[in-house]
């Protein structure tokens, strides 16, 4: 049986390259998520708005050391909800129950357990292709494509997110964008969405709804959008 450490955090991992053990050696190193599927948010709060901003938490993710955090798609990259702050332009202030209209900090208990469990139960076990864990994106992120400075735009839905041997965190959707088969987490015709050429921005659901449309400015919703904040990103 796996050996599990004093976190919950099995210490025999598997690779499926080999069939060789292998443990992360960065601490930090991610490699378990948990999706947030009862609608929780992150609160923010932003120098340009008197009420915090409220962005829905995509997953929560275990890191080798133990911790948890949350985790949210913003403009380039995948961010931690906890550390995102800029002195001029705001921060993070906690999480939110939209149900219960409960603000809170710490990380749900149950999250907690279930993040734990299957690090243990799973001991880590990666694909073939190297990849931990797939997840589906259930906040309606998309990915905002501009090859011509914005002059013209595309949209693509990410399906999902892949968690791979090293830690990394990839954000799936399908090259054609106007696929017609059902869309499901593992799909191989999904690819890396940061690599179909013209990435620019990931997107939450209500601002690629307001681009499609086209009830808004795109040059003022962009300008919006990088103004924001300029968060730290979890890479």
């Known amino acids: 049986m796996p050996s599990i450490a004093g976190n919950g955090i099995s210490q025999n991992i598997i690779s499926l390259f080999n069939r060789k053990s292998w443990a992360p050696k960065n601490k930090s190193q991610i490699i378990r998520l948990s999706p947030e599927i009862d609608?929780?948010?992150?609160?923010?709060?932003?120098?340009q708005n008197e009420d915090?901003?409220?962005?829905?938490?995509?997953?929560?993710?275990?890191?080798k050391k133990g911790d948890i955090e949350a985790l949210i798609p913003w403009l380039q990259k995948l961010h931690i909800c906890r550390m995102l702050k800029d002195t001029k332009k705001g921060h993070w202030l906690g999480?939110?129950?939209?149900?219960k209209n409960h603000t809170f900090i710490d990380i749900p208990i149950h999250k907690e357990k279930e993040l734990h469990s299957a690090a243990q139960y799973f001991s880590q076990?990666?694909?073939?292709?190297?990849?931990?864990?797939?997840i589906p994106d259930n906040i309606g992120t998309h990915a905002l494509y501009s090859t011509d400075h914005f002059k013209t735009i595309q949209l693509r839905p990410?399906?999902?997110?892949?968690l791979n041997h090293t830690g990394d965190i990839e954000a799936m959707a399908y090259q054609e964008i106007y696929h017609q088969m059902m869309a499901l987490p593992g799909d191989d015709q999904l690819t890396f969405a940061q690599k179909i050429d013209?990435?620019?921005?990931?997107l939450p659901h209500l601002i690629a709804k307001q681009i499609e449309s086209k009830d808004t400015h795109m040059?003022?919703?962009?300008?919006k959008?990088?103004?924001l904040w300029n968060p730290v990103s979890i890479n």
């Open 219 to 223: 040059q003022a919703l962009l300008t």
């Open 125 to 134: 076990s990666c694909n073939i292709n190297g990849i931990v864990q797939e």
């Open 39 to 47: 609608g929780l948010n992150m609160l923010y709060a932003n120098t």
């Open 158 to 162: 990410i399906i999902s997110w892949q």
């Open 95 to 99: 999480y939110f129950n939209q149900q």
């Open 225 to 227: 959008l990088t103004t």
């Open 198 to 202: 013209g990435f620019q921005y990931f």
């Open 52 to 63: 915090p901003i409220k962005l829905k938490i995509l997953c929560w993710a275990l890191n």
